[in-house]
């Protein structure tokens, strides 16, 4: 009810993007439909998947996940890991790809729940090898334990991502003009949201796993912090810290309103319009 009354006031106020809002109720209306609202469907947003929740829902997942203590466990807190993040991929993307019935999304679905099976098999996998033929040398306990967990989870984030929303560069997504009026839909422009949201989450959780554990190894090799509990207390204020900075970053490394130049769109397209850019959803 709260969404409805804050879309209202926006709708009643004649608002645009264009025009500045002096009004701090509107401001926070605004604010509200923006956080809460499918820009494409106009539905409303489960409140564990909006924006504002991503960093709170994930942390606690990054935590566990980066301990890699067993190949059991890592899989575990990889599965329901990638399940969220999966999840959040799909009601935050691009809502226009159209196909029969209740096909399209069943289809997400199924690709999501093979796509999510795999990364949490790729992240337990070292620890697999590692466990299975004994190997315990310091090299190879770097490696698995702190070089690999970065990339693999980064990649793996990135993969997820891809191929839930893989319906809109095969589908195509609409693509509008500057006054918002749907010129056609376009594989091209599909194709690119799906490339900008898949990078920016290998770089958030690349980023995420990496970096913290560099800082640990430069706080260890200072002595700076000698006890255990001390130490692992740092590692999580550090994943913290970084996972906070990131999301921000990541969510804003390519606009959520992407453009695509009408070079790069299907002479379809082309046909239709004399814009020289046009725009659509590229979703979070």
């Not at 190894?217 to 550090?238: D, E, I, S």
Request: proline residues 6%; positive net charge.
């Amino acid at each position: 009810d709260e969404i409805k009354r804050a879309r209202l006031l926006i709708e009643t106020k004649e608002k645009t993007l264009s025009e500045p809002m002096h009004n701090n109720q509107t401001r926070q209306a605004f604010l509200l439909s923006l956080s809460s609202v499918h820009p494409d469907t106009n539905n409303i947003i489960p409140v564990l998947f909006r924006p504002p929740a991503f960093m709170p829902v994930t942390l606690p997942w990054v935590i566990v996940s980066s301990l890699q203590h067993q190949a059991k466990s890592t899989f575990f807190f990889q599965f329901v890991f990638h399940t969220y993040t999966t999840s959040f991929t799909l009601l935050n993307g691009n809502g226009t790809p159209k196909a029969e019935e209740n096909s399209l999304q069943e289809k997400q679905i199924f690709y999501g729940l093979g796509a999510i099976s795999y990364a949490a098999c790729v992240g337990a996998l070292p620890l697999v090898f590692m466990n299975r033929y004994i190997l315990k040398g310091s090299l190879t306990q770097l490696i698995v334990r702190k070089l690999l967990p970065a990339p693999l989870l980064g990649v793996t984030s990135a993969f997820t991502a891809a191929v839930v929303r893989s319906p809109e560069f095969e589908n195509g997504i609409e693509v509008m003009d500057r006054n918002g009026k749907v010129v056609g839909v376009s594989r091209n422009a599909g194709e690119k949201a799906v490339r900008e949201t898949a990078l920016s989450r290998a770089v958030l959780f690349g980023t995420t796993f990496f970096l913290p554990e560099v800082l640990v190894h430069f706080v260890q090799r200072a002595k700076l912090v000698k006890n255990p509990r001390a130490l692992a207390a740092v590692r999580m204020l550090l994943i913290t810290s970084v996972l906070a900075g990131m999301v921000p970053v990541s969510f804003s490394m390519f606009p959520q309103c992407g453009e695509i130049k009408r070079a790069d769109l299907e002479p379809e397209i082309l046909s239709s319009t004399e814009e020289t850019e046009l725009f659509y959803n590229r979703g979070f």
